[in-house]
Every structure is written in C-alpha cells, then in structure tokens.
C-alpha cells in the first residue's frame, strides 16, 4: 500500500503567525447589490485566523472552479492573509482558464469565501483551504463566467422571484476504481486499457499474493460483502476524510458495476452542496492515490456494465415549509409538479450541464437502469424523475436522475434550479405520472416519451435553442452560455474525428 501524505494533525506544528488587521477591519455582513459580493461575516474571518493558529497552518490554498467544473488552486503563505484579504481579494491571470478573459484583459480577482475554510488533510505542510469567487476588477461584481457566483445568483433570484427563500440540492456521485490505467490517441493509434482486481479478466490473472476469485460479477455489484467488495476500507478512509473536511457523511457502499463505489452525504444549500461535490471528488481521487489505484468520475469506463451517474435530490423551502410536500400525486404540491414539468420541458439544453461529455451519452442508453425516458414516477427508477418514498413533508423531494460526475456542480445545479422555477412559473405540468416499468412498455407506448440527449452535440445544439429560462434575474448571461458552448465544441469535434478502435474491428477488412 502506498504510504498516505502526512495530514495536519501528523505535521508537527510550528508557530503561526498572528493575525494580521489591516487599516481597518472588515465591515459588517450586509446583503449584497445585484451581481456584486457581500461584506464577510466577521465571525468567518475571525474563524479562518483561529484556524490558521489552532493547526499552525503555513499556507492558504485559495481553491476556484473553472466553467467546466475542474477545481484549480493557488497557494499563498499565511503572512500575506489580512482581514482586507477577505475584501480586496487577489489578483491573477484570468487568461490562462479556459473560456475566461482574453490575454489583454487578464487581470481578475480571486475572492476567498471565509464561511468555506477547511484544513487540507493531503497536504505534507499544515494548509487551510478557503473557496474563492471571481471578481470582475472593473465593475467589483461576480465575474458572469464563474461558475459558484453563478449558483450565487440562482440562489439570490429564487428569493428575489418570491418561489422561496432556500433550495436543498443532494447529489449522489458514482465512481469507478481502477489498479492501473493507461490511454492515448495519436495520428495513427488510439488506445487504453483498464486494470481493476474486480473488473473483467481480473480472474485469470497471477497476482502476488495469488488469486483469491472472490469478485463481483458484471451487474452484480450492488452491496455484496468482502472479500467480493474488495474497497470497503478505502471507501470507509475516502468517507471518513470527507467528514475531516466538514462535509456531512452518511453511508458508503459498492455499486452495481464491476470496480464501482459510492458515497453518501446529506443534502444541503445549492452552494455548499456544489462545495461540498468538489470537496468529494478531491478526496475519491487523493484517497485512492494515496493506496496506490486511481478513481475516475467517467460515466462509462467499462462497456457492458453500469456507468456512473449522479442522481440529484431537489427541494425549495420557504419560511421553514417545504413547498414540495402537498396533496397530489404521491403526496407533491402543484409547486412540485411543476418543477418537474420544468424539468422535463428544459432536459435537453440542461444535458449540456449535467452530462457535458461524450462520454455521458454512452451511459444514457437503455438497458443498465439509465434514465433516459423523459417521465416521472414515484419509485420508479427508470424515469429520469423519480419522486423518493417520504412519509414526512420534510422530506418530499425530486429526484432528478439523469446527470453524471462530469457535471460542474455549480452550473449544473443553478441550471436545474432554473428550469425548475420556469416550471413553476409557466405552471407546465409534467402530464400523467409513469408508474410502469418503462423499459418494458411497447414499442408504440414507448415512441411516446420524450427522452434526454442522444449525444453531445445534441445538447449543445438544444442549449443553442433554448436558454432563455437560464437569463432570468440575471443568473446566467447570453455571453456565459455562448462562451460555454464554444469550449465545449473541440470536444465533440475532437470526438466525431478520432477513429476507435471498435471501428476497425467494425470495418477495416470490408
């Protein structure tokens, strides 16, 4: 087993630094105006520097995500970190992020969120870890192509709009891990191959300490015991850091797939349910490397198994009530009814969100208990709408299950938030509910539901058409989604132009 980097508390401390105020110290948490950040919360600040002091903290890693969803960091030491820092922020360049700023208007601002500080428990030296928001320098507002200021601004407009004053998000991330990984493309070859103790051929192989066969089979994953799940401790040690790290951890458990996982936290607010994924998949990667495997968050790793989705459980409070909990169907108020109808009416611009890979499509395919069909069910798993059983309104909720872990959790679900309240808004009832097994319905029964995107280029192309939804409030921008669709094209080209290899078996002897 490969030896885990020394965390906070196995680092010997040294003395830290003290506070630094500056001039004057930082105002009081007011709300802000539209579009622009508000004043740090005292506490918060004055908790990061208790923070820096309690872990003798060396280094601040100001952590940020880019439009398509990868988390990007740069470290600064503990005595440039002042109260005036959680205001001013720090400037960087902005053109080196895909889809950002152009080369001659660079300059931006990382604005670090003193309610998200975290110890690193991967770092060799003690290291606190604060999210930012990027800042336009020029106008001081949430630069319109940052992805957490656009969850920002959808949780702001939900209030604003009066549907309520919180929406809880729940996503449930699948991954898969693999012993051993290798992959390339070139003018004239395109490979990779895949190597799990669990996956396919794995019980023909030699190994060391020789070869016990206890492994699941394909599709027969779903919660067996060790020694077939063979991951249980290095999912017992991923869940346990998440709870290092302040997220809210519940359960653990192998999936349905060969060499599949997952990990269950509690819902929370649409942000910190974004922060929270972030922080998620930083400890399935950091965890598994650190036991010598590596973890992918790609929907569809292995043909002929199950891929990965990430299954998001949606609701909107207002004044402490749940607005989805009400006497229709399966015990929804028309409030929810309507989201989902949202939903469904916007699914195909949203693919482009929350399945924005090539390889999201190859999951979103009958028969490996994928959502595709476009209906909504109360436990039915074969909708892409299911609707949790839940005797207590509290919990009355919209499971949402079509995306995948290639989403970036900020923009997919201010995306889903949006077309859900278009939903409510246009009062667009989703129609009869679906109760059947859908992938056993007839042919003629079957030709009638609507169903999610065949493939990338589809959903750029239906994001294209249909955005408005996304505008209102001014929670994304024309420009935004423009921009987004832009760095998303090479991938499709890069996709459609690339022979597989499965084309030359198909068609290199015709």
Not at 347 to 359: D, E, G, M, W, Y
Request: charged share 25%.
């Amino acid at each position: 087993m490969a030896k885990k980097a020394p965390t906070s508390s196995t680092v010997k401390p040294k003395a830290a630094p003290a506070r630094r105020t500056s001039k004057a110290a930082a105002p009081k948490a007011a709300p802000a105006a539209a579009g622009k950040p508000p004043a740090p919360n005292p506490q918060a600040v004055a908790r990061v520097f208790e923070m820096i002091q309690e872990h003798a903290a060396e280094f601040v890693d100001l952590r940020f995500t880019d439009p398509k969803g990868k988390w990007h960091h740069t470290t600064q030491t503990v005595s440039t970190i002042e109260d005036d820092t959680f205001v001013e922020g720090f400037m960087f360049d902005g053109s080196s992020i895909q889809g950002w700023k152009a080369i001659n208007e660079s300059d931006m601002v990382l604005l670090p969120d003193p309610e998200t500080a975290v110890m690193d428990p991967f770092s060799a030296k003690p290291q606190l870890i604060l999210f930012c928001d990027i800042i336009d320098p020029k106008t001081g507002n949430f630069y319109n192509r940052d992805p957490r200021s656009t969850a920002k601004l959808a949780e702001a407009y939900l209030k604003e709009a009066g549907f309520g004053d919180t929406a809880f998000f729940g996503p449930e991330a699948e991954f898969f891990i693999f012993d051993n990984v290798q992959f390339g493309t070139g003018p004239n070859f395109g490979m990779y191959q895949l190597d799990s103790i669990e996956g396919p051929g794995a019980s023909l192989k030699a190994y060391p300490e020789g070869n016990m066969g206890h492994r699941p089979v394909v599709k027969g994953g779903y919660f067996p015991v060790p020694p077939v799940d063979s991951e249980n401790d290095l999912r017992a040690e991923m869940l346990s850091t998440m709870g290092e790290m302040g997220l809210p951890i519940e359960k653990h458990h192998h999936e349905v797939a060969q060499s599949q996982h997952e990990l269950g936290t509690k819902f929370d607010t649409l942000v910190k349910s974004a922060d929270f994924m972030q922080i998620y998949k930083y400890c399935v990667h950091n965890v598994a490397h650190s036991y010598g495997k590596t973890a992918t968050f790609m929907p569809k790793p292995i043909a002929g198994d199950n891929g990965s989705g990430m299954h998001v459980h949606q609701s909107i409070w207002k004044d402490g009530k749940p607005n989805f909990a009400g006497d229709k169907y399966a015990d929804l108020s028309d409030e929810a009814l309507y989201y989902i109808g949202g939903i469904i009416k916007h699914a195909k611009a949203l693919n482009a969100f929350t399945n924005p890979s090539t390889n999201s499509y190859k999951r979103l395919i009958p028969g490996f208990e994928a959502p595709v069909l476009l209906a909504y069910s109360a436990a039915n798993r074969s909708a892409s709408c299911r609707i949790p059983h839940a005797t207590n309104p509290k919990a009355k909720r919209v499971e949402v299950r079509f995306p995948d872990p290639t989403a970036n959790p900020y923009l997919a679900f201010a995306a889903m938030l949006m077309a859900g309240l278009d939903g409510i808004r246009n009062k667009i009832h989703p129609g009869e509910a679906m109760d059947k097994d859908l992938y056993e319905l007839p042919k003629e029964e079957l030709a009638q539901i609507p169903t999610v995107c065949g493939s990338l280029r589809e959903a750029l192309e239906a994001l294209k058409e249909d955005h408005a939804f996304l505008l209102e409030g001014g929670v994304f921008t024309k420009d935004q989604i423009e921009s987004y669709i832009d760095i998303k094209w090479p991938e499709v080209y890069k996709f459609e132009h690339t022979p597989h290899p499965a084309e030359f078996e198909m068609y290199y002897s015709v």
